[in-house]
């Protein structure tokens, strides 16, 4: 594995991990799922989840991959044959997810793509202005095959990127222009902070109303810790595989988790004023980054312009997660079927994934009609997937730690200074990992179900 030996410097792991976890979760779903939710008092949740749940299994994850070297398929193969229990279908169910997920990814990514050729366009239009502000997103959303075409083009992309084994080099590469992506995402904030709706804004978002949570937040809010760290989906596990003996994971799971959550509450700070602005736009729908921004931009002096980098930055930080999906999946593959070559192997997975774009494109016509407790299809299918079946695939993930290593092992990986502190930290990890977070989950969980069946 060519991969295995070049991680030569600690900053370029730091680039990767953070890239992974960096992506449309951040950007796109996070606002309006806290719209959706009703602001700070989940937003309080959910940071508080990010750093107990959330931290607690991405150490547990890097763990795993750092110590059997393996993808998670194989990693939980190993325990079910020792124990003699299924545990092997938890590792499927990472992959299944992850296949799943791509799918969805890429419709949404189609989006990105569709905005950015619009203001790619509108440089070539006598009013950019008066072309941008036609573009909306219903339109969009009752085109199922430009849909369909935008998610294979970007997906085309991705794949053709894992065949030729440049994953590595795209991924570090677009990782280092994340820090410019930061950059264009703070000169935004400044001026979206700038409206007169911000005190609202920050009412909302920073005095929590906890009428306003229901039961069943806890899982959104699970789901989406696990959607946006990239966790249960096995790939902090084959990056934790890659690491050098020395690597200290605690210290590399804070720092992800840390730089991920700033970037999620950067996100909404930038969203809801304008969204607040822009007479009632619902907070609550999937369309809310697309249907936002643009037209803001679209009015701005220079905005146009600004608008192309920004969107081109978007949709690099989603095409590196494309490439780690894809790379998840393509590399589970290759353990399970070792005979096939590795390209032909991303060449499958990839057609695969492609073929399953089709539900989720198509979901704007062909299942117009399709609600359940008032959700369409799009927002159905991502609880299912996210707040649903990404938790189940955590909890085997916790099942796995616990079982794969030893007290010993775990200890030996996460104490690396043997100072007091970081024991006493271990002990606290530990009761986390064996406790809150399947409690966690479980409870998410279990509130859903009860709020689905009694709608
Ligand atoms: N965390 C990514 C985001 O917030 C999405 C994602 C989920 C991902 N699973 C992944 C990215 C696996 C790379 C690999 O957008």
New binding site residues.
Partial sequence: MSRKSSWRNRLSFYLLAIG???????LWRFPYIVGENGGGAFLLLYVFLAFTVGLTLLIAELMIGHFTGVSILKASKRVALQYKRPIHLFGWLSVFI?AV?LAY?SVICGWVLHYLTQFLLSLFQAQPISYLSQTSMMTLYQNSWLQFLLASVHLLISIVIVVKGFAEGVERWIASILPLFGILVIILLVKSLSLDSTPDVLRFLFYPDFSKLTWASIGHAVGHVF????LG?G?MVTFGSYFKKDEKLPVIGFRVTFVDTLISILAVLLIFPIAFSSSKKPLTDPSLLFEVLPQFLAREKGGVFFGLIFFLCLWLA?LN?SI??LE?VTANLVEKKPELKRSLSAWIAGFFILGLTVIPAFSGTLFKSFKVHGQGFIETMDSFLINGLLPIAGLGMVIIALLSLTEADRKKLFVQDASPTSYNMYTHWRFALKWVVPIVILLGLGFQLFEFVSY
């Fill in positions: 992974s976890a960096c992506g449309l979760g951040n992850s997920t990814y959607f946006t760290l990239s989906f790939t989603a997660a780690g999906l998840t």
